[in-house]
């Protein structure tokens, strides 16, 4: 099975700061708390603008360590949504997200 989570920042190029996430379950919109709409999810990944391929500027939680961190509100946002809350469900969820995370300062455009 593919992951039933899609994941978008609204804004690309220049603007990161400016978006917020566009988030599917089964291509059903969930909404997000204020705090998480508006902001980075924190995943691991370079968001170095200069140094993007460099690991050596990686930041963020991996995969368990973002899950047991976000589990609380992740789960009250998958109980409004009727998605079952399991280890799987945040695993995809963390996937969607995790490819289109950004950090502020990462597009360079407040340089």
Same mark, same amino acid.
């Given at each position: 099975?593919?992951?039933?989570? /899609?994941?978008?920042?609204?804004?690309?190029?220049?603007?990161?700061?400016?978006?917020? +996430?566009?988030?599917?379950? /089964?291509?059903?919109?969930?909404?997000?708390?204020?705090?998480?709409?508006?902001?980075?999810?924190?995943? +691991?990944?370079?968001? @170095?603008?200069?140094?993007? @391929?460099?690991?050596?500027?990686?930041?963020?939680?991996? &995969?368990?360590? +973002?899950?047991?961190?976000?589990?609380?509100?992740?789960?009250?946002?998958?109980?409004?949504?009727?998605?079952?809350?399991? &280890?799987?469900? =945040? %695993?995809?969820?963390? /996937?969607?997200?995790? &490819?289109? @995370?950004? %950090?502020?300062?990462?597009?360079?455009?407040? =340089?």
């Amino acid at each position: 099975m593919s992951n039933p989570f /899609q994941a978008k920042w609204s804004k690309q190029g220049h603007s990161l700061c400016l978006g917020h +996430w566009i988030i599917s379950y /089964q291509d059903t919109a969930v909404a997000l708390p204020e705090k998480q709409l508006n902001n980075d999810m924190g995943t +691991w990944g370079v968001y @170095d603008p200069i140094f993007d @391929d460099d690991p050596e500027y990686s930041e963020g939680k991996t &995969e368990d360590d +973002w899950i047991i961190a976000n589990a609380d509100w992740l789960a009250e946002v998958f109980i409004a949504h009727n998605i079952e809350v399991n &280890e799987k469900n =945040m %695993r995809w969820f963390y /996937q969607a997200i995790d &490819e289109q @995370d950004w %950090r502020c300062g990462s597009c360079g455009g407040c =340089m």
